[in-house]
Nanobody
Framework: VQLQAFGGGLVQPGGSLRLSCVAS????????MGWFRQTTTKHRELVAT???????DYGDSAKGRFTISRDNAKTTIYLRMDSLKPEDTAVYYC??????WGQGTQVTVSS
């Protein structure tokens, strides 16, 4: 399985971004994928996960502001991030469970 992430960039506080992660190769019919993020001073932390069946889970920092969704036909997940804060600045990584990581995409929230 290979992952390719899209959608990072620079956004002002209070703004929105949508990240996409496409899985290709030997993907399973039943899968779980997610988004994690990492800064230079913190460990990689959970943002959100989703299964092919639609079950979701969110890290505390994402609850109420971020929404994870999926397109099973494309084995693609999305992360809609609203009300972004400077502390959301990080490299966001996509994970195809249990251990295939994408290359990361930088999200910077700054005025």
């Amino acid at each position: 399985v290979q992952l390719q992430a899209f959608g990072g960039g620079l956004v002002q506080p209070g703004g929105s971004l949508r990240l996409s992660c496409v899985a290709s190769g030997s993907t399973s019919t039943y899968w779980a994928m997610g988004w994690f993020r990492q800064t230079t001073t913190k460990h990689r932390e959970l943002v959100a996960t989703i299964t092919s069946g639609g079950s979701t889970d969110y890290g505390d920092s994402a609850k109420g502001r971020f929404t994870i969704s999926r397109d099973n036909a494309k084995t693609t997940i999305y992360l809609r991030m609203d009300s972004l804060k400077p502390e959301d600045t990080a490299v966001y990584y996509c994970l195809y469970f249990p251990h295939v990581w994408g290359q990361g995409t930088q999200v910077t929230v700054s005025s």
